[in-house]
C-alpha cells in the first residue's frame, strides 16, 4: 500500500468524522426548533482494494445523512393532536355554556325557576293579594326573559363557533399550499437517492401536525418523497403539488357548511364528514352538544308554557271570570326535508287545541303525490288518527289534497301544491310545537297590563285558590 493511499484513508477519515461533528453541532442547535427531527451520520467502509494477498481495507465514507424517525410514532402523535385539537376547543365552548347557566352563583334558572313557583305558592296562600299578584307578575316576567336570554346566548355561541371556522378554514388551505411546495421540495432534491431532504420533510411534518390540529386528516407518501393529504373520507387537500380548498357556505339554517372544491370547482358539503381536530371540535358543539342544549330549553319552556296555560283557563280571576292563557300560547314551526323534491310546501300551521297536545315533534313523510303518514319523531311510531279537512281518518296512511288542513294530536297543518309542484315520494315535512318556545316565551299582555286577571280560583267566587293550588303543583310534574 503506497504512502499515498495511507493519506487518503486518513483524509477520508478526518472528512468524515468533521461531517458527523457537523452534524452533532445541527443537532444540539436545533434542540428547541419546533418540529426538528435529529440526524445521524451514516457510515460505511471505504470499497478496499484487492490484492492476490487479500482485500486491504481503504477507511471510511458518510453514506447518507438520516433522520431518526418513527414513522409509527409520528402518526399516533398526529392522531392525538386531532384529539387535542377537537377537545381543546370543546371544553373552551363549555366553558361558554357554563357561564350562560350561571348556576354557580346562585342566580341561575334554577333558582329563578323556584322563585317563580314560590310566587304562586304565595299566591295561594293570599289569593286576593295585591303584592303577591304584582309578584307573581315580575317574576314571571323575569323567567321568560331568562329564558329568552338563554336561548339568545346558545345561538350566538353557534354563530361565535361559525366565525372561529370561518377564520381557521384560510389557515388549512394556506398549511396546504405549503405542504405541496415542499412536496416539489423533497422530490426535487431525493431525485438522487443518495440525498435526504432532511429540513424540508421536518418542516413538511411540522405542517402536517398543524394541518392535523386544525381537521382530521390521513395521509400517505409515494415513492417520490411526495405526500397525499386525504380529509373526509378520502377527498383529497394535497396531492403532490396539486391543492384542494375548503370553503364555507351558510346553509338553510343560518350555520355554515364546510364544503371541498373538486377539480371541476364544483362544492362538495363534509360538514357530516368531519370529526377531528378543532374543526371538528367545533362542528360536534355546534351541531350537536349546543343544539341539545336549546332543544332542552325549548322543551323545558313549551312544558311550562303549555301545561300552565291549560290549568290557567281552568281558573277564576277576580272578577269571576274564566282565566286565559298566562303565558302566550306556543306557535308551530315547520321546516321542508333537505332532501325534498318536490315543490309542495307548509302554508300554515297552528295549534288547534292545546290540551292534546304532545310537544313531540313529528314528521310528514309522503308515500307518494297523494298518499302520507304522520311518525312521531320521539317515539318512533306512526300517527293513527288524523282529521283530514274535517273528515276524521283513522287508518294511519292519509290522502293528501292541496291545502286541506291536516290535524292531529293538537296540531293543524296545510301543505298546498298541485301539478308540478306536487309533493313527490319521500318528501317529508317536520313539525315542532317546542322549537324556538324558550325564544317567544312571554306573559300574557293581558296579565301583564292587569293583575287582577290572574285565574288563582277554582270557583267564580273571590278568596278561593284551588286554581293557584294546582299551578303550583305542576312544578313536581
Avoid: C
Amino acid at each position: 500500500m503506497s504512502i499515498y493511499n495511507v493519506l487518503n484513508v486518513a483524509k477520508w477519515a478526518l472528512l468524515t468524522q468533521e461531517l458527523a461533528v457537523n452534524i452533532a453541532g445541527h443537532n444540539i442547535a436545533n434542540v428547541n426548533t419546533p418540529g426538528f427531527t435529529r440526524q445521524k451520520v451514516i457510515l460505511e467502509t471505504q470499497p478496499p482494494i484487492n490484492l492476490v494477498a487479500g482485500q486491504i481495507g481503504r477507511g471510511v465514507k458518510a453514506t447518507e445523512i438520516k433522520r431518526i424517525f418513527d414513522r409509527f410514532l409520528g402518526l399516533q402523535i398526529n392522531a392525538e393532536t386531532e384529539n387535542l385539537g377537537r377537545l381543546g376547543v370543546m371544553s373552551d365552548v363549555m366553558e361558554q355554556v357554563e357561564i350562560i347557566f350561571n348556576e354557580s352563583s346562585g342566580l341561575g334558572l334554577n333558582q329563578i325557576m323556584s322563585d317563580f313557583w314560590n310566587s304562586w305558592q304565595d299566591l295561594a296562600n293570599n289569593p286576593n293579594g295585591q303584592t303577591e299578584r304584582v309578584s307573581l307578575r315580575e317574576k314571571s316576567i323575569l323567567m321568560a326573559s331568562t329564558l329568552n336570554k338563554i336561548d339568545s346566548d346558545l345561538k350566538q355561541i353557534q354563530n361565535d363557533i361559525d366565525m372561529n371556522i370561518s377564520g381557521i378554514l384560510p389557515e388549512i388551505n394556506l398549511l396546504t399550499k405549503q405542504i405541496a411546495e415542499l412536496n416539489l421540495q423533497i422530490a426535487g432534491i431525493e431525485v438522487d437517492e443518495r440525498q435526504n431532504a432532511n429540513d424540508s420533510r421536518d418542516q413538511r411534518d411540522l405542517l402536517l401536525k398543524e394541518l392535523a390540529e386544525k381537521i382530521d386528516i390521513n395521509f400517505i407518501e409515494d415513492d417520490s418523497g411526495q405526500v397525499t393529504v386525504f380529509v373526509a373520507g378520502g377527498k383529497f387537500l394535497v396531492e403532490r403539488d396539486i391543492t384542494r380548498d375548503l370553503v364555507a357556505e351558510v346553509n338553510s339554517s343560518g350555520l355554515l357548511d364546510i364544503k371541498w372544491v373538486d377539480t371541476g370547482g364544483n362544492l362538495v358539503n363534509i360538514t357530516g364528514d368531519i370529526s377531528g381536530g378543532k374543526i371538528g371540535g367545533l362542528l360536534e358543539m355546534r351541531d350537536t352538544t349546543v343544539n341539545q342544549f336549546i332543544d332542552k330549553i325549548d322543551s323545558l319552556a313549551a312544558g311550562i308554557i303549555n301545561e300552565l296555560n291549560k290549568q290557567h283557563i281552568l281558573g277564576y280571576d277576580l272578577d269571576g271570570k274564566r282565566g286565559g292563557n298566562f303565558f302566550s300560547p306556543l306557535t308551530i314551526s315547520t321546516e321542508d326535508g333537505t332532501n325534498n323534491s318536490g315543490g309542495a310546501s307548509v302554508t300554515s300551521s297552528s295549534v288547534y287545541d292545546q290540551t292534546i297536545l304532545t310537544l313531540d315533534n313529528y314528521e310528514i313523510e309522503f308515500l307518494s303525490s297523494t298518499t302520507f303518514r304522520i311518525r312521531n319523531v320521539a317515539e318512533g311510531t306512526y300517527v293513527q288518527n288524523a282529521v283530514i279537512d274535517g273528515t276524521p281518518d283513522t287508518d294511519g296512511t292519509f290522502t293528501y289534497t292541496s291545502g286541506t288542513d291536516i290535524s292531529f294530536e293538537g296540531v293543524s297543518v296545510v301543505i298546498t301544491g298541485t301539478g308540478a309542484s306536487s309533493p313527490a315520494t319521500g318528501d317529508t315535512f317536520t313539525v315542532s310545537a317546542t322549537k324556538d318556545a324558550a325564544k317567544n316565551m312571554a306573559v300574557n299582555t293581558i296579565i301583564q297590563d292587569d293583575v287582577r286577571k290572574i285565574a288563582a280560583a277554582g270557583e267564580p267566587e273571590s278568596g278561593d285558590n284551588e286554581n293557584a293550588l294546582a299551578i303550583a303543583a305542576l312544578q313536581n310534574t
